[in-house]
T-cell receptor, first 112, second 114 residues
Framework: GNSVTQMEGPVTLSEEAFLTINCTYTATGYPSLFWYVQYPGEGLQLLLKATKADDKGSNKGFEATYRKETTSFHLEKGSVQVSDSAVYFCALSDHNDYKLSFGAGTTVTVRA | DAGVTQSPTHLIKTRGQQVTLRCSPKSGHDTVSWYQQALGQGPQFIFQYYEEEERQRGNFPDRFSGHQFPNYSSELNVNALLLGDSALYLC?????????????FGPGTRLLVL
């Protein structure tokens, strides 16, 4: 079946530091890949997505590239802000069933 | 453009009771999926509704049931509540007919079972 493994947290960074959260997946076929963000007490917000190999998703300074050869979709941001403090979830969706499989989430705290 | 809405926002129940959660999808979406997110974990897929039928189901017992209405809104029902059902319940919408697989989430309903 489909599964997602992401870097365990928590991750604590200083403002303007570089952020990387690793995500690898197992899937039959070629899924779509997503990063969602969850701020304290809220639901999930779509951060970015990529639907095929070598696609790069980007939003709000975050980027992730769909790497089929390494089955990875690592999230990066060059200079984090305090407002980026949240829980980040990597997820995949099979093109046939639209069901999302999530990683366990990575808690990121950015200190001023 | 209204996003996904859910009600209520919070709910407290006791063991053995039944609960109904509601979800209205994003405008233009026809598919509703429900997820359970326990504290400190990633969301787990419960089931998905399309054309008023349960299209697929995750590994949840029959105590969890749902419904989709002609206007695409949906309900999640949980019977015989257990303490372990305490979680954030998330609804997400997408469009199978429109081949829009990206799922957009509502704010969730936080259920506490005492």
């Amino acid at each position: 079946g489909n599964s997602v493994t992401q870097m365990e947290g928590p991750v604590t960074l200083s403002e303007e530091a570089f952020l990387t959260i690793n995500c690898t997946y197992t899937a039959t076929g070629y899924p779509s890949l997503f990063w969602y963000v969850q701020y304290p007490g809220e639901g999930l917000q779509l951060l970015l997505k990529a639907t095929k190999a070598d696609d790069k998703g980007s939003n709000k300074g975050f980027e992730a590239t769909y790497r089929k050869e390494t089955t990875s979709f690592h999230l990066e941001k060059g200079s984090v802000q305090v407002s980026d403090s949240a829980v980040y979830f990597c997820a995949l969706s099979d093109h046939n069933d639209y069901k999302l499989s999530f990683g366990a989430g990575t808690t990121v705290t950015v200190r001023a | 453009d209204a996003g996904v809405t859910q009600s209520p926002t919070h709910l407290i129940k006791t063991r053995g009771q039944q609960v109904t959660l509601r979800c209205s999808p994003k405008s233009g979406h026809d598919t509703v999926s429900w997820y359970q997110q326990a504290l400190g974990q990633g969301p787990q897929f419960i089931f998905q509704y399309y054309e008023e039928e349960e299209r697929q189901r995750g590994n949840f017992p029959d105590r969890f049931s749902g419904h989709q209405f002609p206007n695409y809104s949906s309900e999640l029902n949980v019977n015989a509540l257990l303490l372990g059902d305490s979680a954030l319940y998330l609804c997400a919408s997408s469009s199978l007919a429109g081949k829009q697989e990206t799922q957009y989430f509502g704010p969730g309903t936080r259920l506490l079972v005492l």
